[in-house]
């Protein structure tokens, strides 16, 4: 687990590295994973540690009196503490899609909040089924303009690669 790593460079890479469907499941189930052991890490033993991330990522000052993780932390628990799966679900989904807080920080302070597992890791995971595959593509991508020396049409030969991504998962019986 690297705490408050950003995410986006390591799809990229795994985009670059194995390809676009390859790179989109290796994305998909490694995020996935990681975000569960850091939300687990913050509702158990490491509560005071991810605190003290949360501050530092998203600006709060500890000695000041402006705690940045308190104050997300009651935003968060009052829009979902006594909601459905559903609305919990939509919740966090939102927080994975939207770019409020950086998607590491977000793990802990779910993990931080009232929100069940079982929501968290269904948002989680349908998030990254749709990031995973972008980000992949465009590493892909990537591969192919440095295959081809800078040619800039290769962006879009190897973007073309994502929707046969999406016709692996349908032939597989996942969906996004």
Do not use: H
Not at 140 to 154: E, T
């Amino acid at each position: 687990m690297i705490p408050l790593f950003p995410t986006q460079p390591l799809a990229l890479s795994s985009g670059l590295l194995f390809g676009t469907t390859e790179g989109a499941l290796c994305t998909i189930f490694s995020t996935t994973l990681a975000a569960s052991i850091a939300f687990s890490f913050a509702q158990g033993l490491g509560r005071t540690f991810a605190q003290k991330m949360i501050d530092s990522e998203v600006g709060g000052e500890p000695g000041k009196g402006d705690n940045a993780a308190q104050k997300a932390l009651n935003k968060v628990q009052g829009s979902v503490e006594k909601g459905s799966f559903w609305q919990q679900f939509s919740a966090v989904l939102a927080l994975r899609m939207t770019p409020v807080l950086p998607f590491s920080a977000t793990n802990y302070l779910m993990g931080l909040s009232s929100v069940p597992f079982k929501p968290f890791l269904a948002a989680t995971f349908v998030a990254m089924a749709i990031w995973g595959p972008l980000y992949a593509s465009i590493g892909a991508a990537s591969r192919g303009v440095l295959q081809s020396r800078g040619d800039v049409g290769a962006i879009f030969s190897g973007m073309c690669t994502l929707p046969r991504f999406v016709k692996c998962l349908d032939a597989s019986g996942l969906t996004i």
